[in-house]
């Protein structure tokens, strides 16, 4: 069941799940098929699995490989948006881990981002080739699909989870985390947290066709911020960002059963 209402509502279109760190595998997910895809681009990060989930069909794609092993700047974001959009995907949720800039996102926050900087480099952003017929120009105004992003946060409202609603995303390139001076930069330019995955994969999903939105969860707060001001310890929050992604994924539970409801 894909848990449709209409034709009219964008809840029965097919949805996907890219997980990343922290959330590598799907232990609420009943797995009915794995598949291993190439793709014009190459293989995607990790097979591709589909499954039920309260009852929804939905797909599944570890980002960083199974197991976790591949850096984010070597992800082969091509691959993987292409497989999804391959297999009839057509809505993405995104879960992200993320530093936290913003006083206001401590470790365990989960946001949905609605704004995007991109400070990325030497990846392959894009499947306009030189080959292309014509030059391809994508709107990029609102990086996150409002619709998706609508759903989300009404399905936190129904779970009664807090999330933050809003909030910029800074695509850093890694795998280094950042300097305190560059977390400086970033807030200056209006980031409120920062990740290094949400760029290509945003816009080639936008390219692709696909609905894309993210649940980030702040994992520590960002180099020179709050418990980080003199380093990033990367475990001293691993309690608090293990509660924040558990929240996250009773969201995408929510949004599931909200999709169920009205099959």
Not at 110 to 126: F, K, Q
Not at 200 to 211: I, V
Request: glycine share 10%; aromatic share 6%; proline share 4%.
């Amino acid at each position: 069941m894909r848990c449709a209402r209409s034709t009219a509502d964008d809840r029965h279109l097919m949805l996907a799940v890219i997980g990343g760190s922290g959330f590598n595998r799907w232990d609420a997910l009943q797995i009915t098929d794995r598949l291993d895809l190439v793709t014009t681009y190459g293989a995607p990060s990790a097979p591709l699995v589909r499954g039920l989930a309260t009852g929804c069909e939905v797909w599944f794609l570890a980002r960083h490989g199974e197991p976790h092993r591949i850096a984010p700047h070597l992800i082969n974001y091509r691959a993987n948006i292409a497989a999804l959009r391959d297999v009839g995907v057509r809505q993405v949720v995104a879960f992200a881990s993320v530093g936290g800039i913003a006083a206001s996102l401590p470790a365990g926050s989960v946001i949905v981002p609605d704004g995007m900087l991109d400070y990325t480099h030497s990846r392959e952003h894009t499947f306009v080739d030189a080959d292309a017929d014509a030059v391809t120009h994508i709107d990029f105004t609102h990086p996150f699909d409002p619709g998706l992003r609508g759903h989300l946060l009404a399905a936190a409202a129904a779970a009664g989870i807090a999330v933050r609603d809003g909030g910029t995303y800074a695509a850093t390139q890694g795998p280094r985390l950042e300097s305190a001076a560059e977390i400086r930069r970033l807030e200056r330019d209006g980031a409120d947290i920062v990740g290094m995955t949400g760029m290509p994969e945003a816009a080639l999903a936008r390219e692709a066709g696909l609905a894309y939105a993210m649940l980030a969860v702040v994992a520590n707060d960002a180099a020179g911020k709050g418990d980080s001001a003199a380093a990033v310890a990367l475990d001293a929050a691993q309690a608090a960002f293990d509660t924040g992604m558990a929240r996250a994924r009773e969201v995408l539970l929510a949004l599931l059963r909200a999709r169920e409801g009205h099959g």
